[in-house]
């Protein structure tokens, strides 16, 4: 059965299932990818999806950061989304203000936004 096939029939598959497309983007989470709750996996696919149009630079972050986020609680992750979106939300130069002052406080990140 193909991770296509596993989708459209309600469940998420587990890593055997998934394509090697799948499996090179997931890769940072293949020892936790099968205890994931099935919610969270959903959404990992959704993002693989969308990981050929990222810029490289936006596919090495989300490779960089998928470990992490998926060790997030529930909480924790939609409280980041909701923080995103304000901050998303926010005139050009508020934004640009407050990726400046982030990033005075962590030098050793600077290519890193909020």
């Not at 299932?17 to 989470?29: E, K």
């Not at 203000?97 to 005075?104: A, G, H, P, S």
């Amino acid at each position: 059965m193909s991770a296509g096939a596993v989708c459209a029939a309600g469940k998420v598959p587990v890593w055997a299932q998934l394509t090697a497309d799948q499996q090179i983007v997931l890769r940072p989470v293949r020892q936790e990818w099968d205890r994931l709750p099935e919610f969270q996996r959903q959404r990992l696919l959704a993002a693989v999806k969308r990981y050929p149009k990222m810029s490289p630079q936006q596919q090495q972050r989300f490779s960089q950061r998928l470990p992490g986020w998926t060790k997030l609680t529930l909480a924790q992750r939609n409280l980041a989304r909701k923080r995103y979106a304000q901050y998303a939300s926010l005139p050009k130069e508020q934004q640009l203000e407050i990726l400046k002052r982030w990033q005075e406080g962590h030098p050793e990140e600077p290519s890193r936004a909020p």
